[in-house]
């Protein structure tokens, strides 16, 4: 029997001890569309919680809200196509991406799914993008630099893009599985979807989850090599970046606007 990804990441780890960051559930009505407004404080929890089960909560269950996850995407092509993680964006009865700077929600669909990898593609209702560069394949070695960007926890950390940096540990990934690769670079809930940047500006893997309990900065991306075969499924030609490295300030800055911060309705 195929399990996803995700179901084997659970299953490996025991449930407790990883954490898909995708992070932050939202208990609340869903805006009837236009500004998107981050909800009232209180109102997140995180996606995997270590409350207790209560008689209040297994109400809850049975007439469950409306929620919003939120997530990380980035742009793949120069017509709307963007990725992120099956576990953000797969499953929902409405996506959306928001531009941070005026707020405005620009309503996108789901065109292309793996399940088994964690991955999904969806095309955004907007004129023209700017795609980020995929590598050809996962090539980097344990040590070399990455960065991400993308959007941790909206409500606590702000809607303003962060990023983050740290090195490869290992090219594999859970018990050793070979499509994922292990870095180190500071993730929190929210950057799911995410992309792993090496300095030659290039696409290397998607952010998907990270180990929980006593341990710190043991995080996982899916490698790109999964995100360039469901690309080529649809018939979409990724560019590859340049052979030159370029410093972290100038990576951000060259992709910044190529990612976005994902909604979605469940």
Aim: aromatic letters at 8%; glycine letters at 10%; hydrophobic letters at 40%.
């Amino acid at each position: 029997m195929r399990f996803s990804l995700a179901i084997a990441i659970i299953a490996a780890l025991l449930i407790p001890r990883v954490a898909f960051t995708d992070g932050v559930v939202v208990s609340v009505p869903t805006p009837g569309g236009g500004q998107y407004t981050p909800p009232p404080a209180g109102k997140w929890v995180p996606y995997f919680s270590d409350q207790p089960f209560t008689p209040d909560r297994q109400q809850e269950q049975r007439r469950p809200a409306p929620v919003i996850i939120s997530g990380t995407g980035f742009f793949v092509s120069d017509n709307g196509l963007f990725a992120t993680n099956y576990h953000v964006a797969g499953e929902c009865s409405r996506v959306v991406i928001i531009n941070t700077g005026n707020g405005r929600e620009i309503p996108a669909r789901l065109v292309q799914a793996d399940g088994v990898n964690d991955l999904a593609v969806l095309r955004a209702d907007v004129p023209r993008s700017t795609p980020i560069p995929l590598a050809f394949g996962f090539n980097l070695k344990p040590g070399e630099d990455v960065l991400t960007l993308g959007y941790p926890d909206p409500e606590r950390m702000g809607l303003q893009q962060k990023a983050t940096f740290g090195l490869v540990n290992a090219a594999t990934g859970i018990q050793d599985d070979p499509r994922l690769c292990q870095v180190d670079l500071p993730i929190q809930p929210g950057n799911s979807g995410g992309p792993l940047l090496s300095l030659k500006g290039e696409v290397v893997g998607i952010v998907t989850a990270r180990l929980k309990g006593d341990v710190q900065n043991v995080n996982y991306a899916v490698k790109v090599d999964y995100l360039r075969q469901l690309l080529e499924k649809r018939g979409v030609a990724s560019q590859s970046g340049s052979d030159n490295k370029m410093s972290r300030p100038e990576v951000v800055e060259a992709f910044k606007n190529s990612v976005v911060l994902v909604l979605c309705w469940q």
